[in-house]
């Protein structure tokens, strides 16, 4: 291309072709976006003392008597905020995931993380009694250790893609066996309060927890953005990137890394919420069109689910919550399933 | 190209590179269609398939001896060939016999499901759980036991069964409609939607009826202990029926190996091929789901072990799957009663001892994959 002179025409249909596309995936994020911060003033209006969008908008502008003002900031903003930072931060990992092992099933939980989560969850609530603070170090912990013996474990003069699935399945399924027979052995009591657990869950988040997790995810998420031209490269193959200028190895160990860290501070707060990181990159990209794996569309769509979710889990068989997992994965999937059946219709018509 | 965003370039032909990659990991070193004519290669083959069955039979026969009261071999056989009433022969008959039998059809079932789904949808990490097998039967048992009161594994296998077949079905509906139905990505995709969705609607009412919950969290484990000999002739019938099906689709198998458009070219029906090939991944799977749990795994890692054994031909590797499944399910039942005699459920130990295997290969010089 940069050999040969183009004809202008067929430069000027170049460059509206991406300018097209780029204002798609802009005109998608700033939709998805609003739609995610609508969810979420719905979020914090709804509850025993209900108020209603305007009200919450009013309130958060400054407007607010105590008790409102009390409700709004302490109560209710950590759970929406949490949403909106989770499920963009789970969105982003599993659009890097999927992209680096260009496989659709492709998700933080090939590696093992949130399974080794779930197992030092369990561990810290069957053996220690389960504080919030231990269960949250226990699932940390155990997530990390998991991921890392799975990285060395893969690691043979380069971490091919294929064989670290293949070592993360292998581990996973070890540590859910592990899991199982913990659930089973446990209480009946202590194995369906770690199933709420298990399935994540925003009940009961505040700032104490949130604002750490915060702190870890929003510098993350910016870093993971701005490497996403390096990624849409590595989708090309090692050794394409490796033409272009990319040092594949330390390009996707970084990219590996941040993504296990956003899943990581995530996990940590609200338990491995299913299904977020694997379907909200298949929706953006079949919303969005382009080649590729995009990290923003995915982050706002990642915001947008779980954040609707939690409402529905909420409100759905209020006064009791369901864990905002169960919601996501069948609004997810019922989405999911929505988009096949279209485009598979729409392929019937041409 | 002085693009920095090679991807925008041209859109046409990365997406058709990327949904290519994403089919599967399988980036392919399919050897010809036809196994190669060395002499002595099928042979070799069958020989070692030879040996493998051989190993099956004696790792069944241990089964009978092992458990909480160790039985004499000359005993175990005498209680085979001669049969009478004394408590080791009862023991024998009643209990460990219909336990092995049920490991080596059950291991069977879904290493052939396994090998089966990963060969149809050309993806290496395809198991017989995807085409939402394990979702539709545990949210069978969960409205089994937390709506209609039934208790117990004999209660509600067959609603596992049911809801098994009713979950592939539903997930084949969404993933094959349209014209595009030849796209294995959207099936799995379509597997991985429907069973989300049905195991969410599962534990949310788990949540709710503990007693649900508490059967549930006893089956997924998967175990070949207490369940009742009835099951034996219908799980037989689901594997002769899958076998016949798989080995009619053998030749197709091998074919869609090298992409739907090759293998419509070279006149297979790949259609047709494809709906067979899910009926029998059904029929195993459902039925060995049910009668033993959700020990998917096993369908995941028996055929990666056993294309290292049979080369790319997709017919050897589903006969040394066969073989090489059941091995493993018989071998981590043994294991979980001598280690702890009643504690450790063969889906445990499956996981225990097959994880290792896979990891092992995986570490091996060049990753075979589909």
Known sequence: MSAAPEAPAAARVRVLGRARRLGRETALCLLLSALAVLFALLVIGSGDYPMGPGKVVNVILGGGEGLDSTIVFQWRAPRAVAALAFGAALGVAGAVFQSLTRNPLGSPDIIGFSTGAYTGALLALTLVGGSFLATSLGALAGGLLTALAVYFLAWRRGSHGFRLILVGIGISAMLAALNQWLVLRAEIEVAMAAAVWGAGTLNGVGWPVLVPALIAIVPILGLVLAGGTTLNMLELGDDTATALGIRVEPARLTMVVLAVLLTAATTAVAGPIAFVALVAPQLAKRLNRAAGMRLAPAACMGALLLVASDLVAQRLFAPVQLPVGVVTVSIGGVYLIWLLAREGRAANRI | ?370
């Open chain 2, 1 to 370: 190209m002085a693009s920095p965003t090679p991807a925008a370039v041209n859109p046409e032909n990365t997406q058709a590179s990327t949904d290519k990659a994403a089919s599967g990991c399988s980036t392919t070193t399919m050897g010809p269609l036809l196994p190669a004519k060395i002499p002595g290669a099928l042979a070799h083959r069958s020989g070692l398939l030879l040996c493998f069955a051989l190993l099956l039979a004696l790792l069944a026969l241990f089964s009978l001896a092992v458990g909480s009261k160790h039985i004499e071999f000359p005993v175990v056989l005498d209680a085979l060939l001669n049969p009478n009433d004394s408590a080791d022969h009862a023991i024998i008959r009643d209990s460990r016999l219909p336990r092995a039998v049920l490991g080596v059809l059950a291991g069977s079932a879904l290493g052939i499901a396994g090998a089966l789904v990963q060969s149809m949808t050309r993806n290496a990490l395809a198991e017989p759980g995807i085409l939402g097998v394990n979702a539709g039967a545990s949210l069978a048992i969960v409205i089994a036991v937390g709506t209609f009161g039934i208790n117990g594994f004999n209660g509600y296998v067959w609603f596992a069964f049911g809801g098994a077949v009713l979950a592939t079905g539903a997930v084949y509906l969404v993933g094959m409609a349209g014209a595009r139905s030849n796209d294995p990505v959207r099936l799995v995709l379509a597997g991985v939607a429907l069973g989300a969705v049905l195991s969410g609607i599962g534990t949310a009412l788990a949540l709710v009826h503990p007693s649900a919950f508490d059967q549930l969290r006893a089956w997924t484990i998967g175990s070949l202990e207490g369940r009742s000999a009835d099951v034996l002739a219908p799980l037989g019938i689901a594997v002769l029926v899958g076998v016949v099906l798989a080995a009619f689709t053998g030749r197709s198998l091998n074919a869609l190996a090298l992409g739907d458009d090759t293998a419509l070219a070279l006149g297979y029906k790949v259609g047709r091929a494809r709906v067979l090939i899910l009926l029998a991944v059904t029929v195993l799977a459902g039925a060995a789901t049910a009668a033993v749990g959700a020990i998917s795994f096993l369908g995941l890692m028996a055929p990666h072990l056993a294309r290292r054994f049979s080369g790319p031909d997709a017919r050897w590797m589903l006969a040394y799957t066969a073989v090489l499944a059941p091995i493993i399910l018989l071998l981590a039942d043994v294991l979980g009663r001598v280690v702890i005699p009643g504690e450790l459920e063969a889906g445990v130990v499956c996981a225990f001892v097959g994880a290792p295997v896979l990891i092992l290969l995986a570490r091996r010089k060049k990753p075979v994959a589909v």
